[in-house]
């Protein structure tokens, strides 16, 4: 009877032993195949400290609808950089931004070059600022006359002026140039025109490259 329990007792010490050994490897197997998943608001997390330190970074930006003002928060969280918005004294109405109606106060303005809306947001400082990242919606094929009332009001030397605009399709076309013109001061650089629906990754890679002219 002793032997009998004593040879049953290593039986069942084999079995277990025998199903742990063949149910730990696929186990470990399956945990080692599980994806690994990254949102695009991880994608800050790991990028260059040229591109997100912030330091003199300055996101200043034009929104009427906001389009843009969702793109100017995106390049300010991965950048690190202070965010300004260009706010008019009289705010558009939805009448205003009827760009099919030759009558409507934007229409009327952008076929006015003399047009210089004006800025009812705190005056900004430019003294710490190196890099100053520019964003508008294009109106008409060009940046709206509030952009040419900000260029005009403030002094870019010494700062890299990186545009970037937002629309349905029309590119950025020559509204950077204008408004480089206008301003008379700052190294501008290339513009980007973005979609209502850029990703963070999209806007991340733009970033990379514009760091990367920069210090050229």
């Known amino acids: 009877m002793k032997i009998y329990k004593y040879i049953m ?14 149910s730990s490897p696929a186990e ?22 040229a591109l997100t330190d912030g330091s003199g970074v300055i996101v200043a930006y034009f929104s009427a609808t906001g389009n843009t003002r969702s793109v100017a928060e995106s390049i300010a969280d991965i950048t690190g950089g202070e965010l300004y918005e260009i706010v008019p004294s009289e705010l558009y109405t939805a009448e205003d931004l009827d760009y099919g109606n030759s009558q409507s106060r934007s229409s009327m303005e952008m076929g006015d070059p003399s047009s210089r809306p004006e800025i009812g947001s705190a005056e900004l400082s ?8 520019l964003g508008y919606p294009i109106w008409h094929g060009q940046a709206p006359r509030i952009m ?13 002026v990186i545009p970037f605009c937002t629309s349905g399709g029309s590119g950025v076309g020559s509204s950077a140039e204008n408004l480089a013109a206008l301003a008379g001061s700052g190294n501008w650089l ?21 760091v990367n002219n920069t210090e050229q």
């Open 9 to 22: 007792g290593l039986l069942t010490a084999f079995i277990l032993f025998s199903l742990t050994a063949c």
């Open 28 to 49: 470990t197997k399956s945990e080692e195949l599980q994806p690994s998943e990254t949102s695009e608001t991880e994608v800050s997390e790991s990028v260059d400290d």
């Open 126 to 133: 430019l003294d710490d600022c190196s890099t100053l990242y």
């Open 148 to 160: 040419d009332t900000f260029v005009e009001t403030y002094d870019f030397d010494g700062i890299t």
């Open 190 to 210: 290339e513009g980007q025109r973005f979609s209502a629906n850029v990703s963070d990754t999209d806007i991340y890679n733009w970033l990379n490259d514009s």
